[in-house]
């Protein structure tokens, strides 16, 4: 026996009491870890100084994270949901962190092949697996409510590089006294840079252990007090956990589904890439001087990291009540509309201007989170984890022609932030004609034939049907579910009442790093009034 099958997802079935509320924050645990990849810029000058290498040679390293985490997703998916989130977890953890450890020791050493390696390829593998190591748990513990669920956990990815930033910045000047984040040109040490490094990789493995720890599968038949599978709109096949991931490639679904989230994704990054400068381009005169200030400018790349947090949780979780086809209708229909308001009127005003980007970047990031619970909609829980895993190749390929789409356009006009706001037109209309073809691939989505499901022999047997009980308050939920014999599901007052300390300090850990991460970043937000 393997030291690791202890993890195994037959070892890891949660007692009948335990509280479902533990799996968000060991979500958000893992979230908020692998969230820094999208912090790297904050050293990243300090990277090109130490090795006396190009921007595009320093790049290349978070290149390689992106595309090792949208290939070790895909092709990791279907390990992920037969060994269990402990060990896929656990696999993340070891990956992830040990990925920083390698780069450091490329960093201490001078050899920027080994920063590639283990940032690179070792740490990407850490973030595909850590991204969708989760997912399917969620949705089983949270059945009744899998939009809410999801939307917690990636906003944790949002949020992981809003706590990230600021971190590293003070990590770099505490080991290197001269660095100082706040004057341009200022760079951290070499030695610097490999404390940065060892600290981070160390203390991600620390919070994604606490994951790790907390983690559990749902017994056999389990469901939520109060929960009726009967009443459930969305479920796809009586009889039938789900679809396999290989039988779900060969459905139009997956493949109109992949379209809404690449043509969702695009048209986000379009703001994304060109945040500041964009705006303030939008507000430059004739003669070249922008109303906007640089301060001002960066206020609002801290106004859409709020938005695409919040968008993460409000949206997905309106998805619970509204529906997960309707919600895209509504991220693809009005993003188009919002960005024909910007092309055309969002000059007039930076309050009109900043008020539909924001929108439109909450509907990037509620994609990303509502994505899993549609897919559990269409496919069901039997591998949706590695369904989910073979989507993302959706994201990595919109991580590529969204900036290509928009530095085709602007490098045929001039460098962003010396441009006005008629060479954003075409671009932006772009931008248009792509939500209108996913506003499309989505009206497109029908149920799948019952063909493509496994049959009900290999799956779990149905549960005895549990008798009614009001739902209770999230603080105190106690799991419910069938007994051997039949009889009605208990509920575990008692045990629930035990597991509260750990409910208590579990959320408060992702809490004051959620706290930070919106405090720091409405720091930053507050200049686009005040700069």
Same mark, same amino acid.
């Given at each position: 026996?393997?030291?690791?099958?202890?993890?195994?997802?037959?070892?890891?079935?949660?007692?009948?009491?335990?509280?479902?509320?533990?799996?968000?924050?060991?979500?958000?645990?893992?979230?908020?870890?692998?969230?820094?990849?999208?912090?790297?810029?904050?050293?990243?000058?300090?990277?090109?100084?130490?090795?006396?290498?190009?921007?595009?040679?320093?790049?290349?390293?978070?290149?390689?994270?992106?595309?090792?985490?949208?290939?070790?997703?895909?092709?990791?998916?279907?390990?992920?949901?037969?060994?269990?989130?402990?060990?896929?977890?656990?696999?993340?953890?070891?990956?992830?962190?040990?990925?920083?450890?390698?780069?450091?020791?490329?960093?201490? !050493?001078? *050899?920027? =092949? $080994? #920063?590639?390696?283990?940032?690179?390829?070792?740490?990407?593998? @850490?973030? +595909? %697996?850590?991204?969708?190591?989760?997912?399917?748990?969620?949705?089983?513990?949270?059945?009744?409510?899998?939009?809410?669920?999801?939307?917690?956990?990636?906003?944790?990815?949002?949020?992981?590089?809003?706590?990230?930033?600021?971190?590293?910045?003070?990590?770099?000047?505490?080991?290197?006294?001269?660095?100082?984040?706040?004057?341009?040109?200022?760079?951290?040490?070499?030695?610097?840079?490999?404390?940065?490094?060892?600290?981070?990789?160390?203390?991600?493995?620390?919070?994604?252990?606490?994951?790790?720890?907390?983690?559990?599968?749902?017994?056999?038949?389990?469901?939520?007090?109060?929960?009726?599978?009967?009443?459930?709109?969305?479920?796809?096949?009586?009889?039938?956990?789900?679809?396999?991931?290989?039988?779900?490639?060969? !459905?139009? *679904?997956? =493949? $109109? #589904?992949?379209?809404?989230?690449?043509?969702?994704?695009?048209? @986000?990054? +379009? %703001?994304?890439?060109?945040?500041?400068?964009?705006?303030?381009?939008?507000?430059?005169?004739?003669?070249?001087?922008?109303?906007?200030?640089?301060?001002?400018?960066?206020?609002?790349?801290?106004?859409?990291?709020?938005?695409?947090?919040?968008?993460?949780?409000?949206?997905?979780?309106?998805?619970?009540?509204?529906?997960?086809?309707?919600?895209?209708?509504?991220?693809?229909?009005?993003?188009?509309?919002?960005?024909?308001?910007?092309?055309?009127?969002?000059?007039?005003?930076?309050?009109?201007?900043?008020?539909?980007?924001?929108?439109?970047?909450?509907?990037?990031?509620?994609?990303?989170?509502?994505?899993?619970?549609?897919?559990?909609?269409?496919?069901?829980?039997?591998?949706?984890?590695?369904?989910?895993?073979?989507?993302? !190749?959706?994201?990595?390929?919109?991580?590529?022609?969204?900036?290509?789409?928009?530095?085709?356009?602007?490098?045929?006009?001039?460098?962003?932030?010396?441009?006005?706001?008629?060479?954003?037109?075409?671009?932006?209309?772009?931008?248009?004609?792509?939500?209108?073809?996913?506003?499309?691939?989505?009206?497109?989505?029908?149920?799948?034939?019952?063909?493509?499901?496994?049959?009900?022999?290999?799956?779990?047997?149905?549960?005895?049907?549990?008798?009614?009980?009001?739902?209770?308050?999230?603080?105190?939920?106690?799991?419910?579910?069938?007994?051997?014999?039949?009889?009605?599901?208990?509920?575990?007052?008692?045990?629930?009442?035990?597991?509260?300390?750990?409910?208590?300090?579990?959320?408060?850990?992702?809490?004051?790093?959620?706290?930070?991460?919106?405090?720091?970043?409405?720091?930053?937000?507050?200049?686009?009034?005040?700069?």
């Amino acid at each position: 026996m393997s030291a690791l099958s202890v993890l195994d997802r037959e070892r890891s079935v949660a007692p009948r009491s335990y509280n479902r509320w533990l799996i968000p924050p060991a979500a958000l645990a893992v979230h908020l870890s692998i969230g820094q990849a999208y912090a790297t810029s904050v050293y990243k000058n300090s990277l090109v100084e130490h090795f006396d290498a190009s921007q595009t040679q320093i790049g290349i390293i978070f290149s390689i994270a992106i595309v090792m985490l949208g290939l070790s997703a895909a092709l990791g998916g279907t390990w992920v949901e037969h060994n269990g989130p402990r060990k896929a977890m656990l696999v993340a953890a070891a990956f992830w962190s040990g990925g920083f450890l390698v780069g450091a020791l490329g960093i201490a !050493t001078g *050899q920027l =092949w $080994l #920063l590639y390696l283990g940032y690179g390829f070792f740490g990407g593998i @850490g973030l +595909g %697996i850590g991204y969708i190591s989760p997912v399917s748990t969620l949705m089983k513990w949270f059945p009744d409510r899998p939009g809410l669920a999801t939307g917690l956990a990636i906003m944790g990815f949002g949020g992981g590089a809003l706590v990230a930033s600021p971190v590293s910045n003070q990590l770099m000047a505490l080991y290197d006294p001269a660095y100082d984040a706040t004057v341009p040109g200022s760079v951290a040490s070499g030695g610097a840079l490999v404390g940065l490094f060892v600290t981070l990789g160390l203390g991600y493995f620390a919070l994604m252990m606490m994951g790790v720890a907390l983690v559990r599968v749902p017994p056999k038949g389990w469901r939520p007090a109060g929960y009726d599978p009967a009443a459930n709109n969305h479920a796809p096949v009586a009889g039938s956990d789900g679809v396999s991931a290989n039988n779900a490639l060969r !459905t139009p *679904q997956f =493949w $109109l #589904l992949w379209t809404v989230l690449f043509t969702n994704v695009t048209a @986000g990054i +379009g %703001i994304l890439e060109h945040a500041s400068p964009l705006l303030q381009d939008f507000f430059r005169d004739a003669s070249g001087t922008s109303a906007v200030t640089a301060a001002a400018a960066g206020g609002f790349v801290g106004v859409l990291s709020l938005f695409n947090m919040a968008g993460r949780f409000v949206w997905s979780s309106t998805s619970d009540i509204v529906g997960r086809k309707p919600i895209y209708a509504f991220y693809l229909g009005a993003g188009a509309i919002l960005y024909i308001l910007m092309a055309t009127v969002g000059g007039t005003s930076t309050i009109v201007f900043v008020a539909t980007a924001g929108i439109i970047i909450s509907f990037y990031g509620g994609g990303f989170a509502t994505v899993p619970a549609y897919l559990r909609d269409l496919f069901g829980t039997y591998e949706v984890g590695a369904i989910h895993g073979r989507l993302l !190749t959706a994201w990595s390929a919109a991580g590529i022609a969204g900036p290509l789409i928009i530095n085709a356009f602007l490098d045929a006009q001039g460098e962003p932030g010396t441009l006005t706001r008629d060479a954003y037109q075409a671009p932006l209309f772009t931008m248009v004609g792509l939500l209108v073809v996913g506003f499309t691939a989505n009206l497109l989505i029908r149920r799948v034939n019952a063909r493509f499901f496994e049959p009900a022999e290999k799956e779990s047997a149905p549960a005895a049907p549990a008798a009614p009980a009001a739902p209770a308050a999230p603080a105190a939920e106690a799991a419910a579910a069938p007994d051997p014999s039949g009889a009605a599901p208990r509920t575990d007052e008692g045990a629930s009442r035990s597991t509260l300390p750990l409910l208590v300090a579990s959320w408060a850990v992702v809490a004051i790093l959620l706290g930070y991460a919106v405090l720091r970043v409405s720091t930053t937000a507050a200049r686009l009034f005040t700069g």
